[in-house]
T-cell receptor, first 112, second 113 residues
Framework: DTEVTQTPKHLVMGMTNKKSLKCEQH?????MYWYKQKAKKPPELMFV???????INESVPSRFSPECPNSSLLNLHLHALQPEDSALYLC???????????FGPGTRLLVL | AQSVTQLGSHVSVSEGALVLLRCNYS??????LFWYVQYPNQGLQLLLK??????LVKGINGFEAEFKKSETSFHLTKPSAHMSDAAEYFC???????????FGTGTRLTIIP
């Protein structure tokens, strides 16, 4: 089983809203990732968690706040986003850092 | 430092024809190389990976790739294209000393009936 699930599939939010994206895996992976993907572009790494600790933050604006409550779950809290933050947000997990990453289906976010 | 170059942002092939998607990498240490496929409005699916074992790697859906160190290449091939192969394909590289996966810019594959 190489499934990573993400909810919601679609999200529309205003610039003053607070929302959260959720990612879950039950493969026993200890590394989890958030990527942002704009149309016709490759994914851009945002955050990496290893053993539930933040390992990499790619200088992401503070309006994006990641959280890893346990080894199976990864959240991305969103607050005061801008229209340019509209994108596909992908979650991935791997057995460990530098191991093969498996991606979820993504959450398509539209900020109005 | 590591990077990936995918030659050809768009490739069109006829149904039943050979598919060849090009990927060249740059890595200061032995690389781990991946091909991912992304269908419209979906996430990335792993097609195949090279992690220093056999240089010819077979993946899902009839795809394979050959690691050529002398050419720093990892091109993706499929002998006979199918309509369902139409998608965006990303080559990616990492290595033992790097926590990040670096993606190429992607190649959009179109299949002509």
């Amino acid at each position: 089983d190489t499934e990573v699930t993400q909810t919601p599939k679609h999200l529309v939010m205003g610039m003053t809203n607070k929302k959260s994206l959720k990612c879950e895996q039950h493969m026993g992976h200890r590394a989890m990732y958030w990527y942002k993907q704009k149309a016709k572009k490759p994914p851009e790494l945002m955050f990496v968690y290893s053993y539930e600790k933040l390992s990499i933050n790619e200088s992401v604006p503070s309006r994006f706040s990641p959280e890893c409550p346990n080894s199976s779950l990864l959240n991305l809290h969103l607050h005061a986003l801008q229209p340019e933050d509209s994108a596909l947000y992908l979650c991935a997990s791997s057995r460990g850092l530098r191991e093969t990453q498996y991606f979820g289906p993504g959450t398509r976010l539209l900020v109005l | 430092a590591q990077s990936v170059t995918q030659l050809g942002s768009h490739v069109s092939v006829s149904e039943g024809a050979l598919v060849l998607l090009r990927c060249n990498y740059s890595s200061s240490v032995p690389p781990y190389l991946f091909w991912y496929v992304q269908y419209p409005n979906q996430g990335l699916q792993l097609l195949l990976k090279y992690t220093s074992a056999a240089t010819l790697v077979k993946g899902i859906n009839g795809f394979e790739a050959e690691f050529k160190k002398s050419e720093t290449s990892f091109h993706l091939t499929k002998p006979s294209a199918h309509m369902s192969d139409a998608a965006e394909y990303f080559c990616a590289v990492t290595n033992f000393g790097n926590e990040k996966l670096t993606f190429g810019t992607g190649t959009r594959l179109t299949i002509i009936p």
